[in-house]
């Protein structure tokens, strides 16, 4: 049987992949008919606890949620972040994506950073613990506003030769973080592996976004954030039907009751 990560290397330059991320089961089940890959991000920290950054998210929780997500999850490659501080090094690395793995269930594993961190992602690939990486933006290493990456040359430089290692030393696929739209093009077209886009143009092979942001559930101005739809309102609407009928005494009926 081929596997999932085939799958997902088999789109490029076929069909576009779609990633999303998911915090708990009843959204991934909602999702995992229409996602290439379900991601359970580290964005939960400011998504669902108002973290200011999500350096605060631990090991734990990022369990907590996976394992959740896990039970809704059947057809999509399903993939967990690792959190700030747990793959400082090679060892600590190595420990706790097996946790992770072992724990959720999770195909594999999504690390930010590029050369920095080459040794710590080369070891878990060689442990067979498939790894995403992650260029542009780095959310654990940088708070604040969402700006694009990539424009100076500097910085352009760097991050062709980080995708390229990326790839070299293995990993099945990388996400592009607000990366400038000509970089994000040159490295998609560069690369045998795939690339997922947010903020970075649709270059890019893939597209993820937070799930929350898309359907209206989490309020943001952030600028690569399209809603697809108003799930609050839908809440609100439901919410609002049951409050009439209990306030009329029109719910529960007889046939709601033991
Ligand atoms: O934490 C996250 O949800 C992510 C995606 C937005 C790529 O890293």
Do not use: W
């Amino acid at each position: 049987m081929i596997s999932k990560i085939k799958k997902i290397l088999n789109k490029k330059n076929k069909s576009k992949i779609i990633c999303l991320t998911a915090y708990s089961k009843n959204f991934a089940e909602a999702i995992d008919p229409y996602s290439d890959i379900i991601l359970v991000g580290d964005s939960l920290g400011s998504v669902l606890y108002n973290y200011n950054s999500t350096r605060e998210v631990t090991l734990n929780k990022m369990i907590d949620h996976a394992k959740s997500a896990r039970l809704g999850i059947k057809n999509s490659l399903m993939i967990v972040d690792m959190p700030y501080r747990t793959y400082t090094n090679k060892r600590m690395a190595l420990k706790n994506a097996k946790i992770i793995m072992k724990k959720t269930k999770c195909d594999g594993v999504k690390l930010e950073g590029g050369l920095s961190i080459s040794r710590i992602i080369e070891h878990l690939i060689k442990n067979k613990i498939p790894v995403m990486g992650h260029l542009g933006i780095l959310p654990q290493k940088e708070k604040g506003k969402f700006k694009s990456k990539g424009k100076n040359p500097r910085q352009k430089k760097k991050m062709l030769n980080d995708a390229k290692m990326l790839q070299n030393i293995g990993v099945f696929s990388i996400v592009l973080e607000c990366v400038e739209k000509t970089l994000s093009k040159e490295i998609t077209n560069i690369l045998k592996i795939p690339t997922i886009g947010i903020g970075s143009s649709y270059h890019c092979d893939g597209q993820v976004l937070v799930l929350d942001d898309l359907i209206g559930l989490n309020e943001t101005k952030i600028k690569f954030v399209k809603k697809f739809g108003d799930i609050k309102k839908d809440i609100q609407l439901a919410v609002k039907r049951f409050r009439k009928d209990v306030l009329n005494k029109k719910y529960p009926r007889k046939k709601h009751s033991y």
